[in-house]
């Protein structure tokens, strides 16, 4: 049975698209009184068939609604929860938690679940229950719902990093966001783990990036030196705007520990020139959003660091003033040179 709506109105277009001048010259509203509601059915319905009575849920119990939440319809299942979330009745709450416990039905656990939330009724044993429940959805959503009480409950946070190499990549995406939401020595290194995995990604090197907020240099740490991750380009470009974030802040004292970090590199060569010239082009790019240049950064560094950076930035001019160079990489060189300052370029960009 499938319900065909049919609005009528004299003018459809919307008032915000229309001038005022020409919206004075009509009535919005003509029509309001038409229209049709067409229902199209079979002309044999199968044996046995019964017309489903008309809704009325606004008037069933408690219990009742939440007995509707295993319904295969839709429209049953959100109603149901909408008024349970309405009526804030604690007597929900003994039922929802035995849906939850019992249902084979994942969608209907899912609305146990969030209904307990609605009625703050959710338990830090709920949620643990949930996070290793056997559907990935009812995972997924459990892992969000305990971001409130991370910070104050150890089992969860166990709970929820050891979803970090879950079978599901929606559940190991929905882990990258919430460790975004909890301080713990374990975040970065767990962060680093699920972007091994997902350098690729469309997705996923974003949420790690949003839950980096204060861990960024720990995370550098347990990837910079990953030969598999700095080979790849989306390793590569994660390292580049962590470089970037870093310099952005104007923390003179983090920017000095990401140098350290970079000329530490117990890669080999050409990895770790390629590490380092993706790191001083984060670097430079978020030293000049601060109004600052890549050699005053290094103003009190030790030699060795001034070195590199005196060493990237000529190569950039000796590539732009090469005329049988590549122009895609002269190009490259170019934008470098916006990073250094003006007295060590000027000759190159006057010529």
């Not at 991370?150 to 879950?166: M, T």
């Not at 290094?298 to 005196?310: F, I, K, P, Q």
Request: hydrophobic content about 45%; charged content about 25%.
């Amino acid at each position: 049975m499938l319900h065909v709506l049919n609005m009528y109105r004299e003018t459809i277009e919307h008032p915000w698209s229309m001038p005022d001048d020409l919206k004075a010259q009509v009535d919005l509203t003509s029509g309001r009184d038409r229209g049709r509601i067409y229902r199209l059915v079979p002309s044999d319905f199968a044996p046995g068939f019964e017309i489903p009575p008309a809704p009325r849920l606004g008037s069933a119990t408690t219990e009742q609604l939440v007995v509707e939440l295993s319904n295969p319809n839709s429209w049953w299942r959100d109603t149901a929860h909408r008024l349970i979330f309405e009526r804030q009745d604690a007597a929900a709450v003994p039922p929802l938690r035995l849906l939850l416990a019992t249902e084979t039905d994942a969608i209907a656990r899912l609305h146990a679940l969030w209904s307990l939330h609605g009625l703050a009724e959710l338990t830090v044993d709920d949620l643990n229950a949930a996070i290793n429940d056997g559907d990935a959805r009812i995972r997924k959503h459990a892992i969000r719902l305990a971001e409130l009480r991370l910070q104050n409950n150890s089992s969860l946070v166990n709970a929820v990093l050891q979803r970090a190499s879950d079978d599901s990549v929606r559940v190991r995406f929905q882990v990258a966001l919430t460790l975004g939401e909890l301080s713990d020595d374990r975040v970065a290194a767990t962060l680093a783990n699920i972007a091994k995995h997902h350098r690729d990604d469309a997705w996923i090197p974003l949420a790690v990036l949003s839950s980096l907020a204060g861990s960024e240099l720990s995370f550098l740490k347990h990837v910079v030196d990953d030969a598999d991750f700095v080979r790849n380009s989306g390793g590569l470009q994660m390292i580049e705007k962590i470089a970037f974030v870093v310099a952005a802040r104007k923390q003179h004292q983090q920017i000095g520990e990401l140098y350290r970090i970079i000329m530490s590199l117990s890669l080999s060569e050409p990895d770790r020139g390629t590490v380092r010239q993706h790191v001083l082009a984060g670097l430079g790019a978020g030293l000049k959003r601060s109004g600052r240049s890549l050699e005053s950064s290094v103003a009190d560094a030790d030699s060795a660091t001034r070195n590199l950076v005196g060493d990237f930035v000529q190569h950039a001019v000796t590539r732009i003033a090469d005329p049988a160079a590549d122009v895609d990489d002269r190009l490259e060189a170019l934008k470098h040179l916006q990073w250094a300052e003006f007295s060590t370029v000027s000759t190159v960009c006057t010529t």
